[in-house]
C-alpha cells in the first residue's frame, strides 16, 4: 500500500523559513515525479512545486526563487525548502506522487506564516 507522510509544517514568522518533508513507502520511489500542492479553505489545491524522476523542477511564479523542491531517492523522501515565507504562503502543503494515470496524496501539514 503507497503511503505519503507529510512533516515539517508549523507556525513561523512572516520572512523564516521552514523545510518540509514527504516521506513515501510501499512503493518504488525513484522513477515516478513527485509534487508540492497547497490549498486554502474554499479555494482550488494549487501547484507549487514539481520534480521529475530526473531532478527537473518548475515552479509557481508566485514561489520562484523563494521555494526550492529536491529528492532524496534512496530516502524516497521529497522536500521543500520555503525561505522568505510571506503571509500569503499560509495554506496546508500536500506531496503528490504521480504513477501514471494514478496519483497519491499524503494527508497534507499546515503551514502558518504569521506574526
Known amino acids: 500500500q503507497v503511503q505519503l507522510v507529510e512533516s515539517g509544517g508549523g507556525l513561523v514568522q512572516p520572512g523564516g523559513s521552514l523545510r518540509l518533508s514527504c516521506a513515501a513507502s510501499g512503493i518504488t520511489f525513484a522513477p515516478y515525479p513527485m509534487a508540492w500542492y497547497r490549498q486554502n479553505p474554499g479555494k482550488q489545491r494549487e501547484l507549487v512545486a514539481a520534480i521529475s524522476s530526473g531532478g527537473s523542477t518548475n515552479y509557481a511564479d508566485s514561489v520562484k526563487g523563494r521555494f526550492t523542491i529536491s529528492r532524496d531517492n534512496a530516502k524516497k523522501t521529497v522536500y521543500l525548502q520555503m525561505n522568505s515565507l510571506k503571509p500569503e504562503d499560509t495554506a496546508v502543503y500536500y506531496c503528490?506522487?504521480?504513477?501514471?494515470?494514478?496519483?497519491?496524496w499524503g494527508q497534507g501539514t499546515q503551514v502558518t506564516v504569521s506574526s
Open positions: 503528490k506522487l504521480q504513477r501514471g494515470g494514478l496519483e497519491y
